[in-house]
């Protein structure tokens, strides 16, 4: 399963000009308000016809403006969840979420939708109409219409951003689980760093309807250019980990960064190689290794790259191992500190500064 | 003016002495509007029962009725049979329907059942007859050869030239076909005007369009 | 029904019938095709669009005699299209119950089409997009989405076009004359009655029952579109 | 238009004009009253709600004479209602533009109130809820919201209504008459035309005419509505 | 300008039992979805009338079940954003951001329009169809449209869900302006731990149409039951600070927890008080005072309380000078560092680990 976009379109006042490759697992578009990202994600569906350019789904045109393909939605086998829920009005729940299947003429598959309807709290909300939801209940609907239509490829706009911190929890390892075992494609629009990272092996980062950055997570988030676009708080660096042991206190003891790691239970068996995300703004610099701190993870590190922010940060790039870790810490402490390229010192991060919704397995 | 004038009457108001302003519509909404008060000076109704009934409303001033004007009830096809026998008209209809007025409601439907009652046809008839909301229309059933045959006035088969009489109908097989005016002002031109209709002049003109005089 | 027999007399009932039979047909034939014309009307963008509008509006403008009158000679027994009718499909329209309901469906035409594009109009395409992207064929989308979505409309037309049927008398007494028993509607019947001096009360008793006929529809109309509205999948 | 008046003959042309007239004055005049009707029929729940509904479709029901009929027993100037309005207002109705305007008006009645009904159903309240709280008065939510919102529907009405006025021949000639000059209108004299053999020509002069200007009111409204859905503020 | 609010009100099995006053300034109401956010909102909004209960705006009562007292939503001089953006559609923007002023016959604000029309960002988009807008465009376009309103009471249900970090950060101080220079009572619907503690003077927390606990957000946040509301990682201490200085290189320094703080650029007087929320995961634990460090914020504090968590961690409650922290560490640093009761040490906060939108001016 992927997805190959390389379009042009223009709307009065907005050039639409992007171009990239999502492979099976999640692709993430992430980029500000008004970027493209809808625009993108509705050119694949085939509800827009962008201007000039080509689509292909797994490896079959569905748009090309050069030969007039342009292959409707109905047959491209995708899953859609809109921005806006657009649940049917005049049908309950339940028919909106048999929608799909009846429609693909598939036989029911009980199991699934009992699945998935537990999964997004969906239960008591059957029987009712769309008008008599919550935001976040439509969007949960919408959400779980989709994927009972078993896309091939899925595509969601924003899906969680109604929704509260628990229930996204809820849902994210079962997006997860989506993207290892089913082999599907999913391109996953969403403002949430912590949802990006944990989810997506892949972003494509749009300004302006263009593509300002695209390749892998960690690329992208430990990246010290993308730093303007994430905002000051998201800046991170991603670095993959294997699990050693899981120790009865709950701690499971993880190495990466050449160093050895203890963070809470992590969802991995031993031997599993995991995505964490730190970001800058959770590590410490210490010149000695620090004693009789809570901090159990310190890591040790090389100054590679020193880059003054606006205002009074500045980042600090780190080579630890064949990994590197970025630190957000301020001006004053550098100087206080007299760090300079090449020097070696230890990086402290706190176990739990490493979220559980930045862990990707 | 009874909507069945049209024609010969604005030949007729073309030397009329004074300036006339015809309402051409079907007697009965004519005869209930002059009850509720239009502003008619003569009332011609292709129909007597419509007079009397406005008669007896008594709703205007003056009123003044008089026979005006006779017809003859014809038989009319599209095209010329020299030999043509009423009498096998069921046969001929076949699957065809003859078309007259509404045998109740349209005078010359009235008088068509009438003759056709007294000659012994109406029974045998009965299911190939069309009714119209007019006699023109049956006229024009004829004239577009949806029907083959119609029952309609002598004046009407005249005016049409793709109709052909196929058949007079004798005035005793049916109640005298009368024209009725009624005078309902007694302005001085509503006087004049009404001895206009009567003088000579103007009788030829209607006799011309196959009209006859009342018989005294 | 005895009483209603007596109550209006052999004709008139036979009246009442044949027009509530008329409508029926008029407003049920009508309908598939008023869905498809309003369709093209809405969401086809062709050469001869405008015409067709022009077309579908004509029965509303012009006085019914003409539309009778054009009805006559087309699709007379004389004319090209009623003969071709009659020698393919046996199908006889002149001087027919068939032929009223034609007239009746004909004038009622303009009014159901408008009903269903206004309301073809306001169905939100995101949603036809929606079931697209769920795999929902054209005309699946149609079926599910658009037409419930649009029912209160097509139930206003229908019964727009319905009570046209029974009050339509022009069109229809031009076409196919007024044969009681056969042709006269219930309209019919009440013009020729009213042409007769002192007939008013029996036309009046037609006037009631046709009255009541038209409140059994629009009432069953309302309850229909109220139920369309709150959804009834 | 002088070829026009040579193309109509004096009587005709004269009969175009009063029909544009009667038509304009009828769909202008019953605009605001079908506004009001629509809004207590899809929004105020009152005893007699029904029974409105039931009255607003009865022109459409009744044979066209049976209209005119009533109308000239209620507003005739011997007329309870006619003479009232007579002696307090000085408003001659019987016989008079003005009553065709009145029969017209009422004819199309039905038509507009079911398109701007539809339309009304298709307002999403909201759009009005949004307009309260923001501090709009109920008179400004629609005057700003409802009504451009449901425009397409009353352009429908309106175009309907008109076009009914321009056919509209039944109750018209029923109630005042076919005077030329005065109460003539295109469809009367096309009525009164059709009677005379020979003068089919003529008649379809005039139903050409009356075509054409239906023509014009139906392309002016599709312009209009589609002006309006994509907004005229 | 206040709301007091004591409704109840059923749907087809949903009870909502409300009951909380609102004063002058943000009260943010936090909840799951379906928890009965939007309904309390559209209670207040007047766009609903609760089955039973009284709402009083500013003291007047506008609504009262027992009295059958319901003022018209014109006539209750208030703002909503709502959850969908329910723009005009047949409106431009323009006129859409007009509407409010017009309807209220309000003169024409050129100025605080302008002002608003550039924070949003909404300058090229002010003559566009709603329809031609994307999701976060449509919301901010709402957002405006209700501000230029100036109401009394502002109503925002999840105003900022679909906007990106950078456009929130632009958005965020301006609605901290509002709530401490208008003089308005807000009530501010949001599922984001940041945005409520950055805004919020006080926290009603929804539970299945119940109120589960309300009061300012220091104590509704920094109650360590809260804990299980809020999730892991957004448990955290508010505690206030005092600005002492500007310095040069764009630090602010202040003192509050009985230390001396220094916090990237405060936008705040000197002398100001100013509440900062410190989260309970940047919280490091030190025997000794650290030294050659990058974090500049080390607090002496004693240990008031500690507590076990579910999973590996613990939090421990620090007081320090009249204020407390909490931290959060796992089990096996506190064994390790022998963590007591009364022991005093110190907390170490790396300055930007006080996050900007932390920061309640
Ligand atoms: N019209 C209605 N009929 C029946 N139930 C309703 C209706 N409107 C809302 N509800 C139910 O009431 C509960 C509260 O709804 P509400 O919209 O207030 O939730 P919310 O807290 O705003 O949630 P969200 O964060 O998802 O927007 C939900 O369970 C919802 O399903
Ligand atoms: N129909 C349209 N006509 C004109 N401009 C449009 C139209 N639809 C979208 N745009 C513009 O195109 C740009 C991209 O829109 P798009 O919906 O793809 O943004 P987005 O990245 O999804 O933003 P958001 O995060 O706010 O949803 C925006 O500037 C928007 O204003
Ligand atoms: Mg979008
Ligand atoms: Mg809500």
């Not at chain 2, 005793?172 to 109640?175: F, G, L, P, T």
């Not at chain 3, 004359?177 to 006269?184: M, R």
């Given at each position: 399963m992927s997805v190959t976009v390389d379009i042009a379109h223009r709307f009065q006042g907005f050039d639409l000009n992007v171009s990239f490759h999502a492979d099976e697992g999640v692709t993430a578009l992430f980029?500000?308000?008004?970027?493209?990202k809808t625009t993108i994600i509705q050119s694949v569906a085939g509800l827009l016809s962008p201007n000039a350019g080509q689509i292909k789904i797994n490896g079959r045109t569905v748009f090309d403006s050069s030969t007039s393909i342009n292959l409707a939605p109905q047959k491209r086998n995708l899953g859609y969840v809109f921005q806006e829920a657009r649940l049917f009005p005049h049908m309950s729940v339940a028919r909106n979420l048999s929608f799909g299947p009846r429609a693909r003429g598939q036989a029911l598959d009980a199991a699934y939708q009992d699945q998935i309807v537990a999964m997004l709290g969906l239960d008591d909300l059957l029987e009712r109409r769309p008008s008599a939801l919550s935001g976040g209940e439509k969007q949960r609907v919408a959400l779980a219409r989709a994927l009972l239509s078993k896309p091939e490829i899925l595509l969601l706009d924003e899906p969680l951003a109604a929704l509260d911190a628990a229930r996204k929890e809820d849902i994210l390892p079962y997006l997860e689980r989506l993207r290892d075992h089913a082999g599907i494609a999913m391109l996953y629009v969403s403002h949430s760093v912590s949802e990006v990272v944990r989810l997506a092996n892949q972003v494509v980062l749009l300004k302006d309807g263009k593509v300002a950055q695209t390749g892998s997570v960690e690329e992208v988030f430990s990246d010290t250019r993308a730093a303007s676009v994430l905002g000051l708080r998201e800046t991170g660096a991603v670095l993959r980990a294997k699990v050693i042991a899981h120790h009865p206190d709950g701690l499971t003891e993880l190495k990466g960064g050449g160093a050895v790691l203890h963070l809470p239970k992590v969802a991995a068996q031993t031997g599993d190689t995991v995505r964490l995300r730190i970001k800058a703004t959770d590590v410490m610099l210490s010149l000695s290794r620090p004693?009789?701190?809570?901090?159990?993870n310190v890591i040790k590190a090389k100054i590679s790259d020193l880059r003054d922010g606006q205002g009074p940060g500045m980042l600090v790039r780190l080579q630890c191992g064949e990994d590197h870790l970025l630190a957000r810490i301020t001006r004053r402490s550098a100087k206080a500190m007299d760090l300079k390229l090449g020097q070696t010192l230890f990086a402290v991060v706190k176990s739990v500064s490493v979220a559980q919704a930045d862990i990707g397995t | 003016a009874a909507a069945s004038l049209r024609g010969v009457l604005d030949d007729v108001n073309q030397g009329a002495p004074t300036q006339v302003t015809v309402s051409y519509a079907g007697s009965a909404a004519l005869a209930r509007q002059i009850a509720q008060?239009?502003?008619?000076d003569v009332f011609l109704s292709a129909n007597t029962r419509w007079v009397a009934w406005l008669q007896d409303q008594g709703s205007t001033n003056t009123f003044t009725s008089q026979d005006f004007l006779s017809n003859t009830l014809v038989l009319i096809g599209t095209t010329d049979q020299p030999d043509f026998d009423l009498k096998t008209l069921p046969d001929l209809l076949d699957n065809d329907f003859l078309a007259i007025g509404h045998d109740r409601s349209v005078p010359a439907g009235i008088y068509a059942r009438e003759a056709l009652t007294s000659l012994g046809l109406w029974e045998s008839l009965a299911g190939k007859i069309l009714q119209t909301d007019n006699v023109r229309a049956a006229l024009r059933l004829v004239a577009l050869g949806e029907a083959p045959y119609a029952v309609t006035y002598a004046t009407d088969a005249i005016a049409d030239p793709r109709v052909t009489v196929l058949h007079r109908f004798a005035p005793?097989?049916?109640?005298p076909i009368t024209y009725r005016l009624a005078n309902?002002?007694?302005?001085a031109e509503a006087e004049a005007y009404v001895n206009y209709l009567f003088s000579p002049a103007t009788r030829q003109i209607f006799r011309e369009h196959g009209f006859q005089d009342v018989p005294e | 029904m005895s009483w209603l027999a007596e109550f209006l007399g052999p004709e008139g009932f036979a009246a009442m019938r044949l027009s509530i039979w008329v409508s029926l047909w008029a407003t049920l034939l009508s309908l598939p095709l008023a869905l498809w014309v309003a369709h093209l009307l809405v969401r086809k963008r062709f050469w001869g669009r405008e015409l067709l509008n022009i077309v579908v509006h004509l029965p509303l403008v012009l006085p019914p005699v003409v539309t009778g009158y054009l009805l006559l000679v087309t699709f007379g027994r004389r004319a090209p299209v009623g003969q071709f009718l009659e020698q393919s499909f046996g199908l006889l329209l002149a001087f027919r119950w068939t032929g009223a309901a034609l007239a009746a469906a004909i004038m009622g035409f303009p009014l159901m089409v408008r009903a269903i594009r206004l309301a073809l109009e306001s169905v939100d395409p995101k949603l036809e997009q929606a079931a697209a992207t769920l795999g929902a064929s054209r005309a699946r989308i149609y079926m599910t989405v658009t037409l419930p979505l649009m029912l209160p409309g097509v139930i206003a037309g229908a019964v727009l076009a319905f009570a046209k049927a029974l009050g339509e008398v022009g069109a229809t007494i031009t076409f196919v004359?007024?044969?009681?028993?056969?042709?006269?509607t219930l309209p019919s019947a009440i013009y020729a009655m009213l042409q007769i001096p002192g007939e008013e009360p029996m036309a009046f008793r037609l006037v009631i029952v046709s009255t009541l006929i038209a409140v059994i529809a629009l009432v069953v109309s309302e309850l229909l579109a109220r139920r369309a509205r709150n959804g009834s999948v």
């Open positions: 980029g500000p308000s008004g970027a493209g004693e009789g701190i809570s901090a159990l | 008060g239009a502003p008619a005793q097989d049916h109640s309902l002002s007694d302005a | 004359s007024n044969i009681p028993g056969q042709t006269q």
